[in-house]
């Protein structure tokens, strides 16, 4: 769980709404770029969130063990992690830094080969999130794709 959160963390740096200015227009091209972008980082996404799950593994602590541990210092508590296990947690993050960085390059190559900017990306995939009449465009874009 806290593996998806960690390749989620990067995808939240595209949900980052610039300050209301106003009423946005997107046009029905720029919503299709947007889709054909989502739909090739998908398998990005999935790819980085494996890879990931791979290194926690890899890690000795489990993925369990690790993602307890983890849960426990995000919300600011104390966890029973041993000095080993939090250096262990410290490499492994390293890791899945180096990863997500990784990962990072490739979505925004395949952003940009859609035909749209990252941070037109951004400010779509932000809008989307909050937005019933963008979640209705693009969810009817979807459908004729589909």
């Known amino acids: 769980m806290f593996i998806m959160a960690i390749f989620f963390i990067s995808l939240a740096a595209y949900a980052q709404l610039p300050p209301e200015q106003g009423e946005y227009h997107y046009t029905d091209e720029e919503l299709e770029m947007f889709v054909e972008a989502a ?86 995939f932000a809008r989307y999130q909050r937005d019933p009449d963008i979640q209705m465009r693009i969810n009817q874009i979807i459908e004729e794709k589909g």
Do not use: C, W
């Open 39 to 124: 739909i090739e980082i998908m398998p990005l996404q999935q790819e980085a969130q494996v890879k990931m799950i791979e290194k926690v593994e890899d890690s000795g602590l489990g993925l369990e063990r690790f993602n307890t541990i983890m849960e426990a210092r995000s919300h600011g508590m104390e966890s029973d992690a041993t000095e080993e296990e939090l250096e262990v947690i410290r490499i492994t993050m390293e890791s899945l830094e180096d990863i997500q960085m990784e990962y990072q390059v490739k979505i925004d190559e395949q952003i940009n080969e859609a035909g749209i900017t990252p941070e037109r990306f951004e400010e779509i």
